[in-house]
């Protein structure tokens, strides 16, 4: 079997860390015997450097070639004068969402052992550990309802947005929610906002539906401004957590700054035809790009995350996060996470990638 | 001088801890010889039981005679089955804001000096403190946006809400968020999503343009995904953070959680003429109801902002606070407010009310 993947490194860290993530495939490639073609293509920053826009025509025909996108990341200073929908992640990474319809957007956050230190919660919190699954809405609501513009002149000129949902949109992605629980703790938190929103009164109505298809799977609702509130008490006690797309965009950072570790963490954005984007859930990170300081380890388990989902290469995707595993459980670990004491024993991005390529 | 207050209680623990902050009322009234006039109305489930609704008449006509709203709590699991629109929060704060356009919701937020342990934050976060007010427009956005409803059948029925903003309405809270800032720290951070939403690309042009006329105040924008992230690991360096309802509601909300003391906080909703609903940051708490061991401190300090930003008592709202730290100084608190070891020490709600009267 042969596969192909566009490979988008972007912007600031996203290239040093894609040659990481690179070594440890081809670690696992050999291993399993793999036949994985990759094609790089310029996407948001370097883009418009060098064609003029974020993403250019032969970007988007390359992606609708490839069984899989394995996303850097884009965006920095340098573009951030542009109006909004030229720059970087809004003109590339909205499109593209939009363009594969990728609805589904998993990020998966935990508390690693022995990293509790990191978590910005109190100790006695972070001691209990968590590991959230926040699936989002990703091409629905908000993002792309219309109409969205401006009308008027002087003080009457406004702005508007539409939020939109339909039953077909939040019964897919409720699936995807309840599928994911069952190979986990059997719970799906609901976020919504069904006491001012028509749209969450669908959205709840939805879930409810489709929860009767899944009696093993407990069902609660939150209002997003309890889930904000709740995830600081008591983390541990969330398992899948169902959100639309502007409510996951917002709660799935929060908990992602939970773990205090966002090097560590990725995302994956995929459609019904199993096609994706894997990216780490972090950004570009432009102060530290060219250092070889960056931790690669999100972008490493973004191709795990995409040989499971896209390429279906379950043992593959298991043995790079046993890889990753090791080298975090061995202390192994770039300097973000690390305490100023200990920090002369920092790795470099590249000592990152050889240690989990070897543990392969 | 004599004014008129319309007092809704609510529901749960509304009425307790109403009835201490009646009495710290009744102290600064002899002490600063002020003539308040208190006439209660039934408002939320306890309207629901007794009128049929959660905003009867009889209790708009009596906020329309008053000059100010000294608002409790309301809502209940007995009330819980209810259509969205029919239940107590959403069938009488909104209506309420909506018809006395009460735009301006001010909501303040510290860390107190002896409290830090109960910030869901990490020790050395929350020994750095902070105090953020958090300026919330409370009568435009996604709220009150026309056109919202339903339309269509089966797989393609769809909901529907409309975000939408004016340049007048963002102008005005603007600003009141410069004007907040320039008694405290002169910063202000402005919330938006303006690399997806239209609202709020025209949101971050008129807030740059009312920022002219603060030269003095420091402006910064930050989308709100990331703004729940840096609440987390630097609190400190916020100071006003202005945001439109929908964002208001859920950063108000984490910044209330991370002072770990929602019993303590207060929230004002005012219009253009001073008039305005002042009422407890937290909910009607139905768990502990009628056990005599609510915090009143919330209801007494948004009687204080009642008596400052409505009466213009500016004098009257200062004793209710300084009286109020004295009680939080002096470590007499609310069981709630206390470790398990400092539990045999809790004050009741009357207790707290009587303290913090006699300190007038
Ligand atoms: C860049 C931006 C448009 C994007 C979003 O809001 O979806 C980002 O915040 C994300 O979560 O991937
Ligand atoms: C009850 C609800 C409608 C309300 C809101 O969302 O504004 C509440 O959460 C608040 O913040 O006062």
């Given at each position: 079997?042969?596969?192909?993947?566009?490979?988008?490194?972007?912007?600031?860290?996203?290239?040093?860390?894609?040659?990481?993530?690179?070594?440890v495939?081809?670690?696992?490639?050999?291993?399993?015997?793999?036949?994985?073609?990759?094609?790089?293509?310029?996407?948001?920053?370097?883009?418009?450097?060098?064609?003029g826009?974020?993403?250019?025509?032969?970007?988007?025909?390359?992606?609708?070639?490839?069984?899989?996108?394995?996303?850097?990341?884009?965006?920095?200073?340098?573009?951030?004068?542009?109006?909004?929908?030229?720059?970087?992640?809004?003109?590339?990474?909205?499109?593209?969402?939009?363009?594969?319809?990728?609805?589904?957007?998993?990020?998966?956050?935990?508390?690693h052992?022995?990293?509790?230190?990191?978590?910005?919660?109190?100790?006695?919190?972070?001691?209990r550990?968590?590991?959230?699954?926040?699936?989002?809405?990703?091409?629905?609501?908000?993002?792309?309802?219309?109409?969205?513009?401006?009308?008027?002149?002087g003080?009457d000129?406004e702005?508007f947005?539409?939020?939109?949902?339909?039953?077909?949109?939040?019964?897919?992605?409720?699936?995807?929610?309840f599928?994911?629980?069952?190979?986990?703790?059997?719970?799906?938190?609901?976020?919504?906002k069904?006491?001012?929103?028509?749209?969450?009164?669908?959205?709840?109505?939805?879930?409810?539906?489709?929860?009767?298809?899944?009696?093993?799977?407990?069902?609660?609702?939150?209002?997003?401004d309890?889930?904000?509130?709740?995830?600081?008490?008591?983390?541990?006690e969330?398992?899948?957590?169902?959100?639309?797309?502007?409510?996951?965009d917002?709660?799935?950072?929060?908990?992602?700054?939970?773990?205090?570790?966002?090097?560590?963490?990725?995302?994956a954005?995929?459609?019904?035809?199993?096609?994706?984007l894997?990216?780490?859930?972090?950004?570009?990170?432009?102060?530290?790009?060219?250092?070889?300081?960056?931790?690669?380890?999100?972008?490493?388990?973004?191709?795990?995350?995409?040989?499971?989902?896209?390429?279906?290469?379950?043992?593959?995707?298991?043995?790079?996060?046993?890889?990753?595993?090791?080298?975090?459980?061995?202390?192994?670990?770039?300097?973000?996470?690390?305490?100023?004491d200990?920090?002369?024993?920092?790795?470099?991005?590249?000592?990152?990638?050889?240690?989990?390529?070897?543990?392969?």
């Amino acid at each position: 079997m042969s596969y192909q993947v566009a490979v988008l490194s972007g912007d600031g860290i996203g290239p040093e860390v894609m040659a990481e993530a690179r070594k440890v495939l081809a670690e696992v490639e050999a291993r399993f015997k793999l036949d994985i073609n990759y094609t790089e293509y310029d996407v948001g920053g370097i883009a418009i450097d060098n064609h003029g826009c974020p993403l250019p025509d032969a970007t988007l025909k390359g992606c609708e070639a490839a069984d899989a996108i394995l996303f850097g990341s884009v965006g920095g200073p340098k573009w951030e004068h542009l109006p909004p929908n030229d720059q970087p992640e809004r003109g590339a990474l909205l499109p593209l969402r939009g363009h594969f319809e990728l609805f589904c957007n998993l990020r998966p956050a935990k508390l690693h052992d022995g990293l509790e230190h990191m978590s910005p919660l109190r100790s006695d919190i972070s001691a209990r550990g968590f590991d959230v699954l926040c699936v989002r809405e990703l091409t629905g609501g908000i993002y792309f309802g219309k109409p969205k513009g401006r009308q008027g002149e002087g003080d009457d000129e406004e702005a508007f947005d539409t939020m939109r949902y339909s039953r077909r949109e939040i019964t897919r992605i409720a699936r995807i929610a309840f599928e994911a629980a069952r190979g986990r703790k059997n719970k799906v938190t609901s976020v919504d906002k069904a006491n001012v929103l028509a749209c969450s009164v669908l959205w709840r109505q939805v879930v409810e539906e489709v929860a009767k298809d899944f009696p093993d799977v407990t069902l609660e609702h939150i209002y997003i401004d309890n889930a904000t509130m709740q995830l600081l008490r008591r983390p541990d006690e969330f398992d899948v957590m169902l959100c639309s797309n502007l409510f996951g965009d917002i709660l799935s950072d929060e908990i992602a700054m939970l773990t205090g570790s966002m090097g560590l963490l990725s995302s994956a954005s995929m459609n019904s035809t199993g096609f994706g984007l894997f990216e780490p859930a972090g950004g570009s990170a432009p102060d530290i790009a060219g250092k070889g300081i960056a931790n690669p380890v999100a972008q490493i388990l973004s191709a795990a995350l995409m040989l499971r989902h896209s390429l279906k290469q379950e043992e593959a995707a298991s043995a790079i996060e046993r890889a990753v595993s090791q080298a975090l459980s061995a202390g192994y670990l770039t300097g973000e996470l690390l305490t100023a004491d200990q920090r002369s024993q920092a790795k470099s991005t590249k000592q990152m990638g050889d240690f989990i390529a070897n543990a392969i």
